[in-house]
């Protein structure tokens, strides 16, 4: 059995997704756009549901396919905040946030992702870490000291489509992705563990600070 096979199965069984996000999957097709996809979606969306999540904070929100996932197991008074360099995905997420009846939850950023999350003051349940790999290993510190005591630090394509594994030369992605995995499989303040899903998803609670 091959990996598309469990990806085909999983889907099959999945609840019937919201409208919203398969019109988000069909335009992310249609535009080459790289989404977390509705598997990797539902496991963001069953840690939020887990934890009770009150404050998520994004780290490269795209037009806002992750965030739609943690507003739609949160509850209504939930606060989300999107970062995204792009004043085009920014009026596209908002569009799909409306449409969805979920936008009184979102905060939606045009800023850096780590000069945004720098400015942070309160606490976050949860900080999704989705920006340029090469940037990985910048963020574990930045985003551990905004966390709560329990919370989260989940973070996308930590197998970098397998790239981790091979020894051959390596790009600064490759390399910020490993750099990334390392400390939170070292750091003492945290528990981590690399779930196989899509493209590998480190998630991190913190446990001390």
Known sequence: MELRDIERYLLRIAPKRNPVLEEMERYAEKIHFPIVGP?????????????????IFELGSGFGYSALWFALFTDENAKITCTDLSNNNHDLAMTYFKKAGISHKIEFQVQDALEALEQVTIPQDIIFNDIEKKDYPKVFNL???????GGLL?????????????SDNKDESTLGVIRYNEIAFSHPRVHSVLLPIRDGITVSVKISD
């Open 154 to 166: 989940i973070t996308d394509n930590t197998l970098w489509h397998g790239k981790v594994l091979s």
């Open 39 to 55: 598997i990797a979606g539902n496991v963001l969306g069953f840690f939020a549901k887990l934890i009770h999540a009150k404050r």
């Open 143 to 149: 985003a551990l000291d905004r966390l709560r005591i």
